[in-house]
């Protein structure tokens, strides 16, 4: 006799339990038999709303050994291990992507479907999956619920706030096979290995110039349409990106973190530090193609360009003279007042 002598005639299935059959069978009829008191969500087993439960008595009994971070269905932690492990047993038979999860597949095979049954009715914007639409809706609630214990910050999603809890802790779990590069977070190792691999799927629709990121081509489009929404509170100025104004912000107090190691100067911006770097290693990148000369900076290879289209934008209210350069301006100003270098 079968160990397992409860079958489905439905999809083959057997069960050695009359109790997990029955469990089972649900999965056909639609049946949800078991709802939580407390919002009505309704599940085909009890054992899943006794799961359900915990996410309203705030309960988290299954912690990960790796990292510490807890939660409250065994199946979650299970699926948490799986980042940790790097294990992807599902995978997209149209591009190769692996997923951890197969709902996690099944989301991204609407990327290739184009299908997008989630819209909101706030503004119509449209999402292939539910939690992309829920967060969404958090854009116009201005909803923060989940609240860093250490520092106070708040985030509209929780994965933002374990992600941004591993700016306290510094686990970088997530490292680079071909540089060693690691992060805390998976996604921006996923956009470090574009940097590998010269990928640059998001393109400009009005230049068409690629970017590996969405960000980054939608900071760019703002060159575009002059968009600068990242106001500093201290002086008014406006940045088209958020980084750019942090970078702004230590002009006001005085912050240098960026030190070079070979003259100890030390820079607010790292672009400026970048750019000075440079002055030691003799790195030019940017030539010109009119007669070779090659420069540090590219706005100095744009000024440069003007001595050979003879374009002198820049000129001295004192006696009228124009200069292709703002620097030789400057210059030609001490002239004027007897400065001095």
């Avoid at 079958?7 to 009829?29: D, E, I, P, R, Y």
């Avoid at 479907?113 to 958090?138: M, Q, V």
Wanted: glycine content about 8%; charged content about 20%; some cysteine.
């Amino acid at each position: 006799m079968s160990n397992k002598p409860h079958s489905s005639k439905v999809c083959g299935s057997s069960f050695a339990h009359k109790s997990n059959f029955l469990s089972h069978m649900t999965t056909h009829t639609g049946e949800k038999p078991h709802s939580c008191e407390v919002c009505g969500y309704s599940f085909v087993q009890k054992s899943h709303l006794l799961d359900h439960i915990k996410t309203h008595t705030g309960e988290k009994p299954h912690s990960c050994e790796i990292c510490g971070s807890s939660f409250a269905q065994k199946s979650q932690l299970l699926r948490h291990m799986k980042t940790n492990t790097g294990e992807k047993l599902h995978s997209c038979e149209v591009c190769g992507s692996s997923f951890v999860q197969k709902s996690h597949l099944l989301d991204h095979m609407k990327t290739h479907t184009g299908e997008k049954p989630h819209s909101c009715d706030i503004c119509g914007s449209s999402f292939a999956r539910k939690s992309t639409l829920l967060r969404h809706l958090k854009t116009h609630t201005g909803q923060k619920p989940h609240l860093c214990e250490v520092c106070g910050s708040s985030f509209a999603r929780k994965s933002n706030l374990w992600d941004h809890m591993t700016t306290h802790t510094g686990f970088k779990p997530h490292s680079c096979e071909v540089c060693g590069y690691s992060s805390a977070q998976k996604s921006h190792l996923l956009t470090h290995m574009k940097t590998h691999t010269g990928e640059k799927p998001h393109s400009c629709d009005v230049c068409g110039s690629s970017f590996a990121t969405t960000s980054n081509l939608l900071s760019h489009i703002r060159t575009h349409t002059g968009e600068k929404p990242h106001y500093c509170e201290v002086c008014g100025s406006s940045f088209g990106q958020k980084s750019t104004l942090l970078d702004h912000s230590k002009t006001h107090t005085g912050e240098k973190p960026h030190s070079c190691d070979v003259c100890a100067s030390s820079f607010a911006q790292k672009s400026n530090f970048l750019r000075h770097m440079k002055t030691h290693t003799g790195e030019k990148p940017h030539s010109c193609e009119v007669c070779g000369s090659s420069f540090v900076q590219k706005s100095n290879l744009l000024d440069h360009m003007k001595t050979h289209t003879g374009e002198k934008p820049h000129s001295c209210d004192v006696c009228g003279s124009s200069f292709a350069r703002k620097s030789n301006l400057l210059s030609h100003l001490t002239t004027h007042t007897g400065e001095k270098d």
